[in-house]
């Protein structure tokens, strides 16, 4: 059998103002002393809130850990730090769209002031992923990476198909990250797709 390998996909998209309508903004405060945080560099913007509208969509679990978030005044990168895990996997958590281990319940527990049976209560199930997002999305910047795959996608699958065969790009074994870039033409967000590639089998 083939031997499996990874493959990298990333796409800068210039940053644009637009606020996507899956969040709302509110003004930097102080972060409470009750959190006892490592060093971290504040973000020079809003963070990022849950809309009620969603909230429908979302697991119990949701409106909670966004409460504290909004508390705390914490970006998604500050809590990643005091979890040990990746910001895009804290938010996905945030939303339901990943499963909380037992190690993640306690360190959210702690940086987000939430009792931990609280916590256990509402994280400790499997996730119903898939079910906060509309097709095609409505939001403009979560449109704007639909529009990428429109584009792009059967230009993806040629190139991949021409360096790894006959196969498909993992979304279980599977990260991403967002980093940030600027230069003389302005910022450019650079999100990066890690994926363990799959070759179908012969049967």
Same mark, same amino acid.
């Given at each position: 059998?083939? =031997? ?36 971290? /560099? ?45 910001? @895009? ?14 190690? %993640? ?22 996730? %119903? ?8 999305? /409505? ?13 792009? &996608? ?7 198909? $021409? /360096?790894?065969?006959? &196969?498909?790009? =993992?979304?279980?074994?599977? =990260?991403?990250?967002? $980093? ?9 967000? @650079?999100?990066?797709?890690?994926? /363990? ?7």
């Amino acid at each position: 059998m083939a =031997s499996l390998s990874r493959t990298v996909l990333s796409t800068r998209l210039a940053a644009r103002a637009i606020v996507p309508a899956t969040t709302r903004l509110t003004k930097p405060t102080i972060a409470s002393r009750s959190f006892q945080s490592t060093s971290f /560099k504040m973000s020079q913007h809003p963070i990022a809130t849950l809309q009620e509208d969603l909230i429908p969509r979302l697991p119990p679990s949701s409106p909670i850990l966004f409460e504290a978030k909004k508390k705390k005044n914490l970006t998604f990168e500050a809590i990643a730090k005091e979890v040990g895990r990746d910001e @895009v996997a804290i938010a996905a958590l945030f939303y339901g769209q990943a499963m909380a281990s037992s190690e %993640d319940i306690k360190a959210l527990s702690k940086v987000l002031d939430i009792p931990i049976d609280r916590l256990e209560w509402h994280l400790s199930g499997f996730p %119903d992923r898939g079910r906060s997002l509309e097709m095609p999305p /409505k939001d403009p910047l979560v449109y704007r990476l639909y529009e990428i795959v429109q584009n792009y &996608g059967y230009a993806y699958k040629a190139v991949l198909n $021409e /360096k790894f065969g006959d &196969g498909i790009m =993992s979304a279980i074994s599977f =990260s991403t990250k967002i $980093e940030k870039e600027t230069d003389e033409k302005g910022e450019w967000a @650079v999100i990066t797709l890690r994926g /363990k590639w799959l070759p179908y089998s012969r049967f």
